[in-house]
């Protein structure tokens, strides 16, 4: 299986190791390029500003002060890519919080990868 | 000025009352008085006829003394020269009483008379009806009336004579009949309509004021006179007594006094009338003045309860006032002293909010003395005087409030928050005068419901840390099974892989949708089941194979425990048609699910075929074996399945087989 459109660097921003080794494995079998794999929202944001990925797949709940959404808001205050939000939580737990965010998709943990893929596809 | 009303109707009772007792007063005094007035003309009418038969027996007595003599005489016997000489004498000296003597043979026949008739000298009378009874008895007998030679009514009285033993005629007196009843009955009638009769003991009437009746028979006069040929008949039984009766069926009633006349022989029955009419007549100026009595006592009666009534009324409304009064006072002295004394601040403000009362309670609640609390403008008690604003305009529109819950402020500035309750009162003509009211301090209710809020929102992030928790840890459960399965070559160990990454996802499904709903034990069992198949649709999409489903569930909720062994037991249904079915057929499966009381119904029906059906369900076997024993193990029920036609399995179980954990 190929991918259908040329956006392919994509940024993982995942504090369960496990979890982002899968998704990098997993995106690698589908030609996606993964830049890295970050654990903490500070990092999300030098690293997309470095890197500047196509894609983050954006945890909420990370590894230090910052949230996944903070760092989300950061990010797209200084480069143009589509944040996709992966987190055990729902999407409602964060009504408020997301109103202010321009993300491409909210998926709830356990993530079935194919949806995933299929969003990706998409754009 | 106070006013009593009267009552007219106790007054209308009791005129009614009062005339009722007036008139049975006047009846009664009336009836004795008219008993009285016939006693008293009875009493006249007994005398008259004892006056009446007493002249009668002197005049029997006189003349028969004479009699009795003349015939012992042996001249009179003889009728000699010097009897005749005798008769003749006897009726000179008694000429103006008798009007004529008679002597008659043994046959009846007149053989000397006096005054002298020479016609009726040989005249045979022994058929007249009284000489019948001398020739009979030969005792003395007096005739009936008859009308004499001379033209007067006369009666006759024969005596016997006897020479020897033998009876040899008799001697008889004639008598003026109507002198007689002249002298002793003619004025002893009674009243203008009184009326007085003779009769004979065989019912000749010898005398009646009505004197057509005289000389005739009471059974030809009365024939059609039932009531006085009824007192005629009484009288013939020689008896004395007192009848009431109504003259030719008149209204006129009579009330009449019979009595016997001894005559000879035999008797005549006198009776005396007097007329009703005349009573009341003669009442009639007694039921006159005792009209008037009445009439004013009547009169008075009325006043006396008119004045009587009001009077009552007045002392008893006078009474019930001051009643009134008291009781009163006294509600007032009961609600100043509980409202004093009650352990809840209360207060009563005009419509402007000025403090009116304010009970010790509510004083020491803001910690004012009694003189400042009534100087200081209400505003000074509210945090936010728009709050009384609001206040004021909710009791205008539903006239209480209750419950509202607003920031005060004491005396030392302290601020605390109050449930206020309060209602407008009203005055007699329903406007609106002031507001009574109660203040409750709340503030150790509000730190309360503060705390309690706040561990809900303590408890309610647990629930979301733990919902987290368990997906983030099955999403890293799959993610290391799908490492497995990327790194892996071993196709069988793939399929595992797989089938447990399926299972772990069936599984997270029914977390999330119990994280979605605010029931912590149960699930939509329609919904869930729409999950897993929209799920296992997208992960077998590549297949050639299809799985037409047709869900048939009702919308009911199912515990948790129990949903996730149904979603388990779906995930290996669709596996098992998946795997086994022909590559690019079309698999029509449905599912029906529905519940009754506390029992699930579960029926699956599919035109599955699998390749070598037989063996492929055959129950050891992991993939559909899974699913036998999840009914039977963990939803605690049997099946009921048929493969011969068609894939065909029911069950049913119960929705209780657990209590609710939340």
Known sequence: ?123 | MIKYKTNYKLLFYISIILFVICLIMFQYFYQIERQNKIDEIQTHQKLHAKQAIKNFEELINKWDGLLSYLINDKNIKEMNKDGIELINKIYSIYKKELKGITRTNKNGVITYTVPFYPNTIGRNISQQKHMIKLLENHKPVCSDVFKSVQGYDAIVVHYPIFKGTNYDGSIAFLFNFEKITNSILKDIKIGEKGKTWLITSEGYILFSNETFMQKKSIYDVFFNDTDRLLLAKKMLTGEEGIATLSYNHSNQNYYTYYVPVKILNSFWSLGISYSESEITASLLNFRNKLLFLFGMIFIGGILAAYFGVKGWIIVKEESARKKAEVEAKQSEERYKYLFESINISLFQTNLNFELIKANQYFINLFQYNKEEIFKIPFNLLFENVEDKNQIKEELLKNESIKSKEILMVKNNGDKFWASLNATLLKDENGNYISILGSIRDITERKDYIEVLKKHIEEKDLLINEVFHRTKNNLQVIISMLELHNLLTEDKSAQNVISDMIKRLHVMSLAHKQLFQREDLSKISFKSYIEEIFLYLSEFYKNKSNSIELKLNIEDFNILFDLALPCGLMFNELINFFTVNSEPNSRINLILDAYKEDDEIFINILSDFRAKETDKSINENKFDLGLFFSLVENQLRTNITKSFENNFSIKFSFKDNLYDERV
């Open chain 1, 1 to 123: 299986m190929t991918k259908e459109s040329n956006k392919n660097k994509i940024l993982i921003v995942e504090d369960e190791f496990l979890t982002a080794k899968f998704f990098e494995i997993k995106l690698k079998t589908k030609n996606y390029d993964v830049l890295k794999i970050v654990a903490t929202g500070k990092d999300a944001i030098e690293s997309a500003i470095t890197l500047k990925p196509d894609f983050i797949l954006m945890d909420i709940r990370l590894e230090g002060h910052m949230d996944g959404i903070d760092a989300a808001k950061e990010i797209l205050n200084k480069i143009d890519t589509k944040i996709i939000f992966i987190s055990g939580y729902s999407e409602n737990n964060f009504k408020e919080k997301l109103n202010n965010v321009n993300y491409l998709s909210f998926f709830s943990k356990p993530l079935d990868i194919n949806n995933l893929i299929d969003v990706l596809k998409k754009c």
